[in-house]
């Protein structure tokens, strides 16, 4: 494997070097592992990626899940040109896009009656967040276990181990995470006590929830969990926040709130809502909730503040209204959930084949590579949940280590453990992946 990025990746090298210098690490993206040093892209299409080198990749990173249409789709991309040449790409006041893709998102998702756009996912949660508390009048904010929902003070929030209490996350102040809590995922009875805690203490203002399950399912929960988080949520009147970043068009138009049936009271939208276009993020919810944002300008009526100059810019709102019209045309989340089926039974076979202790799982386009079943298992003790995060730091390093060898044969990965499929993945592709990924397992 090394011999691979030594030899066909010099491109590639001299630039992560080039990069070390001025920025820290020499990477950007959390998504762009290192080892031993991140690939220089220079062309990205559809289902394939080009490195600076000319080495040509299957591309199952899509950008960490933007591009559910294939990178630089040339449906989205004309009409963006188009845009450009028009008016640029931002202006500051109302541009028609902005009222376009609302409107759909808008009739797209049943928990979404209104929508503002926010600068990222990240911003989206700051903005769902505000308005839960803003609304309800209480502090208090229950995120489920190891999900990750962006990096504001308040959500980089680490487990409180056993014993050591320790918090995960570096700079930032108690303070700032004094009103996060954090719950195990699929144990309903723990959620409840807190929620029954809480509710002594000036309440609960929001549960926060990756409905796939925490960090896209890599701990995925029973189908059943959201409905029952809903009945807890309106038990004690708490609003349920369905972070919707990665599953917002993977899961289908309607993103999970309709795949499961259950209706949020704010959405979280990320990633695929602007088709892999800049400042992918917006705060959807009911009416009353949403119109926190406004206040009454004029009357005493409270207003949660939000911002953003470049927020809502007519380049975002276009590109996300003409891929999710085209996410719509081609049925996209469909077909790369079919690619992500075929992609999942193919790697089973293989690891049956090879006897080898990993899983494979996918849920439609998001297909998890897990050298270990130990993330499947119960998470419901504290103590469990420790041992596995102990184990899970050990098996980062390997799978970082699967990721580079998977790169070395020809295909990109999140990390090594995690794929997105797209439109653009036909049969072939996925055929020809599987070829790589078998060379590479026989090698474990
Ligand atoms: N929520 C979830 C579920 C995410 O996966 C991510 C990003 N991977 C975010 C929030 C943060 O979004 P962004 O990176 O756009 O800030």
């Given at each position: 494997?090394?011999?691979?990025?030594?030899?066909?990746?010099?491109?590639?090298?001299?630039?992560?070097?080039?990069?070390?210098?001025?920025?820290?690490?020499?990477v950007q993206h959390n998504l762009a592992f290192n080892l031993p040093f991140p690939l220089a892209i220079a062309e990205a299409n559809g289902a394939h990626m080009t490195d600076v080198d000319?080495?040509?990749?299957?591309?199952?990173?899509?950008?960490?899940?933007?591009?559910?249409?294939?990178?630089?789709?040339?449906?989205?991309?004309?009409?963006?040109?188009?845009?450009?040449?028009?008016?640029?790409?931002?202006?500051?006041?109302?541009?028609?896009?902005?009222?376009?893709?609302?409107?759909?998102?808008?009739?797209?998702?049943?928990?979404?009656?209104?929508?503002?756009?926010?600068g990222s996912g990240t911003e989206a949660v700051m903005g769902a967040i505000r308005l839960a508390r803003a609304y309800t009048g209480r502090r208090r904010v229950i995120k489920i276990g190891?999900?990750?929902?962006?990096?504001?003070?308040?959500?980089?929030?680490?487990?409180?181990?056993?014993?050591?209490?320790?918090?995960?996350?570096?700079?930032?102040?108690?303070?700032?995470?004094?009103?996060?809590?954090?719950?195990?995922?699929?144990?309903?009875?723990?959620?409840?006590?807190?929620?029954?805690?809480?509710?002594?203490?000036?309440?609960?203002?929001?549960?926060?929830?990756?409905?796939?399950?925490?960090?896209?399912?890599?701990?995925?929960?029973?189908?059943?969990?959201?409905?029952?988080?809903?009945?807890?949520?309106?038990?004690?009147?708490?609003?349920?926040?369905?972070?919707?970043?990665?599953?917002?068009?993977?899961?289908?138009?309607?993103?999970?709130?309709?795949?499961?049936?259950?209706?949020?009271?704010?959405?979280?939208?990320?990633?695929?809502?602007?088709?892999?276009?800049?400042?992918?993020?917006?705060?959807?919810?009911?009416?009353?909730?949403?119109?926190?944002?406004?206040?009454?300008?004029?009357?005493?009526?409270?207003?949660?503040?939000?911002?953003?100059?470049?927020?809502?810019?007519?380049?975002?709102?276009?590109?996300?209204?003409?891929?999710?019209?085209?996410?719509?045309?081609?049925d996209a989340a469909v077909k790369a959930g079919q690619a992500g089926d075929r992609l999942r039974r193919g790697l089973d076979q293989i690891i049956e084949r090879l006897g080898l202790p990993?899983?494979?799982?996918?849920?439609?386009?998001?297909?998890?590579?897990?050298?270990?079943?130990?993330?499947?298992?119960?998470?419901?003790?504290?103590?469990?949940?420790?041992?596995?995060?102990?184990?899970?730091?050990?098996?980062?390093?390997?799978?970082?280590?699967?990721?580079?060898?998977?790169?070395?044969?020809?295909?990109?990965?999140?990390?090594?453990?995690?794929?997105?499929?797209?439109?653009?993945?036909?049969?072939?592709?996925?055929?020809?992946?599987?070829?790589?990924?078998?060379?590479?397992?026989?090698?474990?």
């Open positions: 494997v090394m011999d691979y990025f030594e030899q066909r990746c010099q491109g590639s090298k001299r630039m992560a070097e080039q990069a070390r210098q001025v920025i820290p690490g020499g000319g080495n040509r990749y299957i591309d199952f990173l899509q950008a960490g899940g933007p591009t559910l249409l294939g990178s630089n789709h040339p449906a989205v991309r004309s009409k963006v040109l188009e845009l450009l040449e028009h008016c640029g790409p931002t202006t500051g006041l109302l541009h028609e896009y902005e009222v376009k893709l609302a409107e759909l998102v808008c009739e797209l998702m049943p928990g979404v009656d209104m929508l503002r756009m926010a190891g999900g990750y929902h962006g990096w504001s003070d308040s959500m980089v929030y680490g487990m409180r181990l056993p014993k050591t209490g320790r918090m995960e996350a570096v700079g930032i102040p108690r303070g700032a995470t004094a009103n996060t809590q954090e719950s195990l995922p699929n144990d309903l009875e723990a959620i409840r006590r807190r929620l029954r805690w809480n509710r002594l203490r000036g309440g609960t203002a929001a549960v926060i929830v990756e409905p796939f399950g925490p960090e896209s399912g890599t701990r995925p929960v029973t189908h059943d969990f959201n409905a029952q988080l809903r009945k807890l949520c309106d038990e004690f009147g708490a609003l349920l926040i369905f972070d919707e970043v990665v599953t917002g068009f993977r899961a289908g138009l309607g993103g999970a709130q309709a795949y499961f049936g259950v209706k949020p009271d704010l959405t979280v939208l990320g990633k695929c809502l602007t088709g892999g276009y800049p400042m992918a993020g917006a705060i959807g919810g009911r009416r009353d909730i949403m119109m926190m944002l406004v206040g009454g300008i004029g009357t005493t009526a409270k207003r949660a503040f939000v911002g953003g100059t470049l927020t809502a810019n007519p380049l975002s709102c276009a590109a996300g209204y003409y891929a999710l019209k085209e996410i719509q045309r081609t990993y899983v494979a799982y996918n849920m439609g386009s998001i297909v998890h590579l897990q050298t270990s079943g130990v993330m499947l298992l119960d998470t419901s003790s504290l103590l469990k949940l420790a041992r596995l995060k102990n184990e899970a730091k050990q098996r980062k390093h390997m799978m970082e280590e699967m990721g580079a060898a998977y790169t070395a044969h020809g295909i990109i990965t999140l990390a090594g453990s995690r794929i997105y499929t797209s439109l653009a993945d036909t049969d072939e592709i996925v055929d020809e992946a599987l070829n790589r990924f078998e060379d590479v397992l026989k090698l474990v």
